[in-house]
């Protein structure tokens, strides 16, 4: 089945750590993306990779690093310079340009930090 | 600025109603991209729906229709004889493309719709 997995789907870590938060894709999709979702609010993009080895900031990328060496994977560093890191990450990717805009997401992985 | 609104928190209704939920987006592009997608107590976000600006058609698949207009900047979306299943936070969404032509989707806050036997 091709997807996306997003490892562990609950992570607790104490303040002052890094974190990072694993996303594999077996879809062959050049693009992926990490969102933020806080409750009552819709998602806030952090990071986005269009190719291997290239990565742009999105909205919120504060506090947060990412890496892309491989095409499937996109994990997500929480630092410990976040200020407020506990929330819903969302990873998702899209087949990238063309009138293709659809993003397929995973199940996300919920951080709590304390 | 691109935008989207959905000004419905919270919708609770009785099974067998029917629903409509919201959004109204602003953008500057004359092509773009409007969705909805669903997000039952999983977490994971269910692509329901693309469209595109051109086509100003209303769909319909089984119980869910969307009524895109351009002229409101409005992508509603109905649920017909809601069943307990449709419970779930359901999000609209609008396509920004970066340079290079990758795109970002931009969301609304999205609509809790509870639905109650």
């Known amino acids: 089945d091709g997807g996306i997995t997003q490892s562990p789907k609950y992570l607790f870590r104490k303040e002052g750590q890094n974190v990072t938060l694993s996303c594999e894709q077996n879809l062959n999709h050049d693009a992926m993306y990490w969102y933020r979702q806080d409750p009552g609010q819709g998602l806030r993009l952090i990071y986005y990779s269009q190719i291997v080895n290239d990565f742009q900031k999105g909205d919120i990328a504060e506090g947060y690093s990412v890496s892309r060496e491989k095409k499937e994977s996109f994990p997500l560093t929480v630092t410990s310079a976040q200020k407020n890191p506990t929330a819903f990450y969302l990873c998702?990717?899209?087949?990238?340009?063309?009138?293709?805009?659809?993003?397929?997401f995973g199940p996300g992985t919920r951080l709590t930090v304390t | 600025a691109q935008k989207v609104t959905q000004a419905q928190t919270e919708i609770s209704v009785v099974e067998k109603e029917d629903v409509t939920l919201d959004c109204v987006y602003e953008?500057?592009?004359?092509?773009?991209?409007l969705f909805w997608y669903k997000q039952p107590p999983s977490g994971e976000l269910v692509f329901l729906i693309r469209?595109?600006?051109?086509?100003?058609q209303n769909e319909i698949s089984g119980r869910y229709s969307w009524n895109f207009q351009k002229s409101t900047s409005s992508f509603n979306f109905t649920i017909t004889a809601s069943q307990v299943v449709d419970s779930a936070v359901y999000f609209c969404a609008l396509s920004d493309v970066f340079s290079g032509g990758y795109n970002k989707l931009i969301f609304g806050a999205g609509t809790r719709l509870a639905v109650h036997p």
């Open positions: 469209r595109n600006s051109f086509d100003e």
């Open positions: 998702a990717s899209s087949p990238g340009t063309g009138d293709t805009y659809e993003q397929y």
């Open positions: 953008t500057r592009d004359t092509t773009y991209y």
